[in-house]
């Protein structure tokens, strides 16, 4: 089952609290597990990204967020990026950093992970998610799996986030940084790992790779 609704506690001027929510049409639903809070338009509010599912349409990102209608906190959608396809088609998001320098928080996702993986990067432009790199031949979903960490996003002083992914074969790492003219600067060859691995957890400097056999691998980016 997939939620048909979400649903936002918040406070009034005046200290109470409310709760406020956003139904979708039968053909719709939120595909996804955990709602993500960040300040994408830097307001100092956080907005509320989640996967939304077409039923002819696929996966698409959304990005909610509170407003005032007479009076009266509602929650709407901010933006909207593109529509994965077709029937079954799915998304999963990566996360949030400043990939390209301009100062403001984008959003990373990989779109249709379990049939060609493709690692897209997206500005914030209300009403829309707008699409401006996209990588091949990454993975950050195990079809069927609960575990949607797949993928991390390293954040070394003085330099531009790199993103850490597997390939499709979940086999073997990415590093990836988005950098100017604007194209993708892979950090070594492409990393082969002694296992499949499972999960991706952040590190200061890397990441840990978690593989199919109980193995953890320690993953240090070099500056």
């Known amino acids: 089952m997939h939620a048909g609704s979400v649903h936002v506690l918040t406070r009034t001027p005046r200290g109470a609290s409310v709760e406020v929510g956003l139904s979708l049409p039968v053909h719709?639903?939120?595909?996804?597990?955990?709602?993500?809070?960040v300040d994408l338009d830097g307001d100092g509010r956080d907005e509320i990204v989640l996967i939304e599912a077409d039923a002819l349409r696929g996966a698409a990102l959304v990005v909610l967020g509170l407003a005032q209608r007479d009076g009266q906190a509602t929650l709407v959608e901010r933006a909207?990026?593109?529509?994965?396809?077709?029937?079954?088609?799915?998304?999963?998001?990566?996360?949030?950093?400043?990939?390209?320098?301009?100062?403001r928080l984008d959003v990373?996702?990989?779109?249709?992970?379990?049939?060609?993986?493709?690692?897209?990067?997206?500005?914030?432009?209300?009403?829309?998610?707008?699409?401006?790199?996209?990588?091949?031949?990454?993975?950050n979903h195990r079809m069927g799996?609960?575990?949607?960490?797949?993928?991390?996003?390293?954040?070394?002083p003085g330099l531009r986030p790199t993103i850490v992914v597997p390939d499709m074969a979940r086999q073997a790492l990415h590093a990836l940084r988005w950098e100017a003219p604007g194209q993708w600067h892979e950090l070594a060859d492409l990393q082969p790992l002694p296992g499949t691995v499972e999960r991706l957890t952040p590190r200061a400097d890397g990441a840990c790779a978690w593989l199919a056999d109980g193995r953890v691998l320690k993953i240090t980016l070099r500056p």
């Open 28 to 37: 719709r639903v939120f595909e996804d597990r955990v709602p993500r809070l």
């Open 80 to 103: 909207r990026g593109p529509q994965a396809g077709s029937t079954f088609r799915w998304l999963n998001p990566v996360g949030f950093a400043d990939f390209d320098g301009d100062g």
């Open 108 to 139: 990373a996702s990989v779109t249709t992970p379990h049939i060609g993986g493709v690692l897209t990067l997206h500005h914030l432009q209300p009403p829309a998610l707008v699409p401006f790199a996209r990588a091949l031949d990454v993975s």
């Open 145 to 156: 799996a609960l575990e949607q960490q797949l993928a991390v996003i390293v954040q070394q």
